[in-house]
């Protein structure tokens, strides 16, 4: 493979692939809802995407281990629950969604999934204090009904266990 199609691989997301956001709990995730539009929120001031792995670059342990170093969520009282799974040509079937590479050599999986705005086909970049528009509301609704896996965090577990002896 030459280095340009190794770079194109890298800044590209490709249909095929497979990518993982970070699920926390209970907002984002529980046992009687499952995956929760919640899982899809930007929470940061100015952030325009949602944060994801790509599984191409971040083996299922890596991803695990980058969820459990997650210290802010976007609501007091979440902890990191494990991950979802998504096709990203699932994603992208939507018109007004896009899966962008992050890639840096320190964090190669990182990705980001785009909103846009449909009147003008505006990246959605989150306001502080601002309500989120009911379009992005459906997109993040979207998002939870498309997941093709949860993957529970192991070590969620071994922490309950501790906790409890």
Known sequence: MSDQQMDQEKSHVADNEIVYRMISSPLGYNEVTGVSPDCFKLFRKNESYISVERAKYSSLDEALSNG?????????????????SLKVSKI??????????????????????????????????????????????????????????????????????????
């Open 68 to 84: 459990e170093k997650i210290k802010m969520w976007f609501a007091d009282g979440e902890t990191f629950w494990g991950l979802a």
């Open 92 to 165: 992208r079937k939507h018109e007004l969604l896009e899966v962008i590479s992050k890639y840096t050599d320190k964090h190669p999986g990182h990705a980001g999934i785009q909103m846009m705005l449909s009147e003008d086909n505006q990246v959605y970049k989150n306001k502080d204090g601002e309500p989120t528009p009911m379009e992005i509301l459906a997109l993040q609704t979207y998002l939870s009904g498309i997941v093709e896996e949860i993957i529970e965090n192991p070590a969620k577990d071994l922490e309950e266990t501790t906790t409890i002896l």
